[in-house]
């Protein structure tokens, strides 16, 4: 069973930027299943679905989705089991609640990080 904890969010102004952590926790062997897994993040928008917003796989490629494209990065450190999402140029349109899962979805979800971007 693997737990995934997001953290990071905050309110803040257009244009600025912040860093969401997901940190990955459970057994031994789970913990090594996420190594190896593609990790992504989503967000989902008050009243709107849940969307992927960028991907990383355990060799270091990325994907985005293009509204992002530019402005974001995701990286992970796996000794930390830790994916990042450096998130810059923040624009209200990014508000939402952020998770992390696997590409693939396999983990239950945690509670999110809200991200909350003012005009």
């Known amino acids: 069973q693997v737990q995934l904890v997001e953290s990071g969010g905050g309110l803040v102004q257009a244009g600025t930027s912040l860093r969401l952590s997901c940190r990955a926790s459970?057994?031994?062997?789970?913990?090594?299943?996420?190594?190896?897994?593609?990790m992504a993040w989503y967000r989902q928008a008050p009243g709107k679905q849940r969307e992927l917003v960028a991907h990383i796989t355990s060799g270091g490629s990325t994907n985005y989705t293009d509204s992002v494209k530019g402005r974001f990065a995701i990286s992970r450190d796996n000794a930390k089991n830790t994916v990042y999402l450096q998130m810059n140029s923040l624009k209200p349109e990014d508000t939402g609640v952020y998770y992390c899962?696997?590409?693939?979805?396999?983990?239950?979800w945690g509670q999110g990080t809200q991200v909350t971007v003012s005009s």
């Open positions: 459970g057994s031994i062997f789970s913990i090594a299943a996420i190594s190896i897994a593609t």
């Open positions: 899962n696997s590409l693939s979805r396999r983990y239950s």
